[in-house]
């Protein structure tokens, strides 16, 4: 579905790229605070937790390099046509 308020109509920009934008941005945030979370854990000594943000901060990393591949490989293509 075509979200109005963030697509091409209000801000001139094709609704996959601000989508993609949005995840990669999404991404790196999630993966901001989860390396925060993860020193956090870090000074409770309390490796279980440490093992879990630090996984699931190199999810939001691949997302966020997934999402900025297929952003580049979108914005060459669109200059090309």
Known sequence: MTNTMNGNQLTGTADEHYDLISVLYHALEGAETYEIYSQDAEEQGDTELIEFFREIQ??????AERAKQLLAH???????S
Not at 58 to 63: A, D, H, I, N, S
Not at 74 to 80: E, G
């Open 58 to 63: 190199q999810q939001e990393c691949r997302k």
């Open 74 to 80: 979108r914005l060459v293509s669109s200059d090309r």
